[in-house]
């Protein structure tokens, strides 16, 4: 059974999750992710019983407001999604736009829902004001709400009693976090707002983000960054400062949406990069794994 998705979100890191929590730690107390998002690593994390508390934070208050419906109030939120789903039937397009001065206008989480299952690519846009400004992918209805219903109820209960919900400067959020926690990071991509003509909510300055990278570092609190990566021999995002000492390791994405399109061969490489604590811990579990697997092999030879 497929890993339940129910916020459509470009970027999500959801088709490479398990290889992300492969890097997790046999045991922590709690997992927090400062740029939720789609949630797409949380909700992984409580389906393959990788983590028993979470903390998500976005500094767009409507998506955690939305994430607090589906997880604590999740029939609710499965109703107003089939009501106005189903209200755009044969006036798509303009509902689609009066749906979406509706959410500029109230910021109720049941419009954003379905906006994002309905927007271009998935892809979340706000312009300078703040408001919501993508448009509608005019070849689709978006998700249909019986298939919105399965991922909405399964995730809660994957996470209902399980989660505490932020919606604050991620900085904030990391001087929560303390060395019995992992933290995962996925911040909005370098540029975007700068020459694109958009803005994700909330976009992060990088020498404040790196600061924190090293304040954590400090404190020793366990951490997995998904950074930048590259397609072929173009790369993305400024380096990290090597005096930060991660570990860098490159997961296979596959062909991106745009590659297929323009029907190119390039494979991108998305990156993760390890804080040192971490590895340290991962190195300690290797250790004990290696010392039962010795002395059980001198038993059974004995």
Known sequence: ????????????????????????????????????????????????????????????????????????????????????????????????????????????????????????????????????NQSPDKRRLGRNPVMMRDNILRTSKLLNGKIDFFSKDYSRILEMANPNDLVYMDPPYQGTGLNGGFNYSGNIEFNNFVLSLFELNERKVPYILSYDGRTGNKTFGIPLPKELKLTKIEINAGRSSQATLLNRKEITFESVFLSPTLITKINAQKLVCKQIYETTLFAINE
Not at 37 to 42: H, V
Not at 48 to 65: E, H, V
């Open 1 to 132: 059974m497929k890993l339940p998705h129910p916020i459509p979100y470009q970027g999500s890191k959801r088709n490479l999750a398990d290889q992300i929590i492969r890097f997790f730690p046999d045991k922590f107390e709690r997992l927090i992710e400062p740029f939720a998002g789609s949630a797409a690593i949380s909700i992984a994390s409580a389906y393959y019983f990788k983590a028993n508390r979470f903390l998500i934070n976005d500094i767009n208050s409507p998506l955690i407001k939305l994430w607090e419906n589906i997880i604590n109030e999740p029939k609710t939120i499965v109703k107003a999604y089939h009501d106005i789903w189903h209200g755009q039937h044969g006036n798509e397009e303009e509902y689609y736009y009066e749906v979406r001065q509706k959410f500029n206008t109230t910021q109720k989480p049941e419009y954003l829902l379905f906006l994002l299952a309905k927007c271009v690519k998935a892809a979340v846009r706000y312009n300078s004001q703040g408001n919501f």
